[in-house]
């Protein structure tokens, strides 16, 4: 008896501490539960234009901003350092052109980031996928992901799958290509379960095993302007018909910019807060992600 109560007295001791230890995440904000909450509102004030991005150690956050009047979108970032967070900077490859929804590789090693940068010196702006790869002082020189590929919002499997949007006779289609041997296959658009006609669908988010894919819809039968809505992938491979995530995600406001935190327990997303051109941040749960795949069985 005794030593069960020291070893019931020990684990109450090692969640108190790993909590103390972690307490630094998400800027110390008590995590949400099955109901969505602002996220970093002091922070993004009311200018998200992405979801955030975590180094695998959560310890740099990056995202991405628009401003009031639809001026150049930035990506800035913070880094938790000398036991506490940074102020806000601007990424060191940012500021200059358009650059918007980055998203950092599962090992940390890349930044992909969508740019209306040009290509060449002073050659057209137009948008396109870059990636800046990890070095000791930040990230190099960013280069261009492959002229075959992207237009925005990319998302990246664990091992290199890149899904993106891609704009195809003017209508915004989600679509794939694998990574094979260090180059990329060409490109797949997928299913009328994803791109539903008639539709704008856009705002992709792959989960690390390709899984599952959270995109925004505002297909009918939502909410209102544009839901969050998740596809599963059956045992052969294919991408099952969306499900509307609900209502304590949806409301009759935008919600898109789908994204999941490194340890797979948050999911995050935007919302309009009162124009096209204001849009808050906000996390909940990814419990209701295991929900709506169990009722999709």
């Given at each position: 008896m005794k030593n069960k109560m020291l070893f019931i007295v020990f684990i109450l001791i090692t969640t108190v501490l790993s909590g103390q230890e972690n307490s630094w995440k998400y800027f110390g904000q008590t995590p949400p539960d099955r109901s969505a909450e602002l996220f970093a509102p002091k922070i993004i004030n009311h200018l998200a234009h992405s979801s955030p991005t975590f180094t695998p150690d959560n310890r740099e956050i990056y995202w991405s901003t628009v401003g009031e009047n639809n001026e150049t979108r930035k990506i800035f970032f913070v880094k938790f350092e000398d036991n506490k967070w940074s102020e806000t900077r601007l990424a060191q490859f940012s500021g200059n052109y358009h650059d918007d929804q980055p998203f950092i590789s599962h090992d940390g090693e890349m930044l992909y980031f969508a740019s209306k940068r040009p290509k060449v010196k002073n050659g057209n702006q137009e948008n396109d996928i870059w990636i800046s790869n990890k070095i000791q002082q930040g990230w190099d020189e960013p280069k261009p992901i492959n002229n075959l590929i992207g237009f925005w919002t990319p998302t990246v499997t664990r091992n290199g799958t890149i899904y993106f949007l891609e704009i195809i006779e003017e209508i915004p289609v989600i679509c794939r290509a694998e990574l094979i041997n260090g180059d990329y296959s060409e490109i797949e658009c997928l299913n009328e379960d994803i791109n539903k006609e008639g539709s704008r669908n856009w705002c992709p988010f792959i989960a690390p095993d390709e899984s599952y894919l959270i995109f925004s819809s505002d297909r009918e039968g939502g909410f209102g302007s544009g839901?969050?809505?998740?596809?599963?992938?059956d045992k052969n491979g294919k991408w099952l018909k969306a499900i509307n995530m609900g209502d304590s995600?949806?409301?009759?406001?935008?919600?898109?910019?789908?994204g999941v935190s490194p340890d797979g327990k948050y999911l995050f997303f935007t919302r309009w807060h009162s124009s096209p051109h204001y849009h808050d941040l906000y996390w909940i749960d990814t419990s209701i992600i295991n929900d709506l795949r169990n009722s999709n069985k």
């Open positions: 839901d969050l809505y998740i596809s599963f992938k995600i949806n409301t009759d406001k935008q919600e898109r910019f789908p």
